[in-house]
């Protein structure tokens, strides 16, 4: 995945520039319309989601983070714009949490795919695995599902900075041929890490080209 300046220096233009919350949806009638293409960042509970969608946009509170997982219930819409160029950045609810309320975690879990199958402007679906666990089981059924509904996909593996390069390269690795079996899924990998901005403007320059 290679880039040139100008791309990358005009994805920094689009991530730095106004970002304003649009929405918090924990029904689908609070979704806001469709009014620009969208970028979902999905994830199990406290894999950091929040905390990337802070590190590309250069900000340190525009998404909420927390210690606790399953804290991020709703659906958070948060709307970028530069010059003439708009993207939705979309925080979705953590999965597989299971101290949380079982009617809770039904009524998002659904919420959350009810939107990823079902919304023309998503153009794909950030899948953060943190780099020091891997794939687990509750990843494999989203990766199902998207592959299903035919919604594009890329696997970022969060939390680099707690590995080793060769640990990283060996978590690369296993993660890159478990996605050839998915069909929807985008063949590379962005290794990212949020606290030492490791991958983001890669992470930002691939996300701009979509738009």
Not at 120 to 142: A, K, Q
Request: charge should be positive.
């Amino acid at each position: 995945m290679l880039y040139e300046d100008v791309e990358i220096e005009n994805a920094r233009k689009l991530f730095s520039g106004e970002c304003k919350f649009i929405a918090a949806a924990l029904n689908s009638n609070a979704v806001p319309d469709e009014e620009c293409y969208e970028i979902a960042f999905a994830g199990r509970s406290n894999v950091g989601k929040s905390s990337l969608v802070n590190a590309l946009t250069n900000r340190k509170t525009l998404a909420r983070t927390s210690q606790t997982p399953g804290r991020t219930r709703q659906l958070i819409f948060f709307e970028l714009q530069h010059n003439l160029t708009k993207l939705r950045l979309v925080d979705l609810p953590g999965y597989g949490y299971a101290k949380a309320p079982k009617k809770d975690i039904q009524s998002w879990t659904s919420l959350t795919l009810k939107y990823l199958k079902g919304r023309p402007s998503l153009r794909t679906i950030c899948l953060l695995i943190d780099s020091r666990r891997g794939i687990g089981v509750y990843d494999e059924l989203i990766m199902k599902e998207l592959d299903k509904a035919a919604v594009s996909w890329i696997v970022i593996l969060t939390k680099a900075d707690k590995l080793t390069n060769e640990e990283i390269e060996k978590m690369k690795d296993s993660t890159s041929k478990n996605i050839s079996k998915h069909p929807a899924a985008y063949p590379e990998i962005i290794v990212t890490s949020s606290l030492k901005s490791d991958g983001i403007p890669m992470l930002r320059t691939y996300l701009a080209s979509l738009s």
